[in-house]
């Protein structure tokens, strides 16, 4: 009779070994896909704003004033795209009385510039919107939104990535400031102007930041320094070229 208790009762011990064994097993698996499953991150909504205008659009627009265009362009796409009619109005341009004739069958960020192109007019993403403007507010208005970063010496090249990726600007890093790319770079700012943020980090790595258009070039003193003289001896050459502001010191043409 002892015997058989005996028997059931190392029969317990190894059935409730056998169930931590398994307890701890799994344990360690989901401890373990949880440390190697990269953290997700909510996309900001400058970025899905940019993915948004890679979708197909399809519309015959013969005759259609560009505000009622640029309607039926954001039902289609569920984009919100919209008219600075403030800005477009200083520049002599009424939506209503600018008529687009062409037909649409690309993808949503094709389709808007062939559109706009007609009267010299640009769009530029700032989060959650797309604005349609001159070409000249579009970019100031892009340049100036405002963003938040928390950068604790990250590599500048990752930093401008991803600020870039962020608010879907452009960003390069020159060639001959290539070497500065891992300089490690650290900024905690909240809604602080996209083109403050950018001048800061140039600043910590030593280079300078030019804007040529809708791009903001990052390089060595020198090269930023021969760009602005290029730039204002074009502006001579050329009066149609705008000196928009002196944050960073580029010239770009009215049409690009």
Known sequence: ?????????RS????WMTIGSLVLAHVKTTLGSSETR?????ETAAEQTNK?????????????????AVRLLGEQSGVRLVLDRQGLSQ??????????NTKLSMTLRSGLRQMLSQYAVDYAIIGDMVLISTE??????QMRQRVSVRFDRLQLKAALEQLARETATNLVLDCAAMPYGSTPVTL??????FEVVVKILAYQAGLKQIRVG?????????NAAELKEDAEERQLANPNLLCPDLTFQGCYQIRR
């Not at 905690?188 to 102007?193: E, G, I, K, R």
């Open 91 to 100: 520049a002599g341009l009424n939506p209503d009385d600018m008529i687009v």
């Open 12 to 15: 317990l011990i190894m059935v």
């Open 38 to 42: 990269p953290a997700s991150r909510i």
């Open 52 to 68: 948004a205008l890679d979708q197909m659009v399809s519309l015959d627009l013969y005759q259609y004033p560009l505000s009622e």
């Open 214 to 222: 809708n791009v903001i070039v990052m390089t060595t003193k020198e």
């Open 1 to 9: 009779m002892g015997s058989m208790a005996s028997k059931v009762g």
């Open 188 to 193: 905690n700012l909240d809604d602080a102007p």
């Open 136 to 141: 000249d507010l579009a970019i100031r208005r």
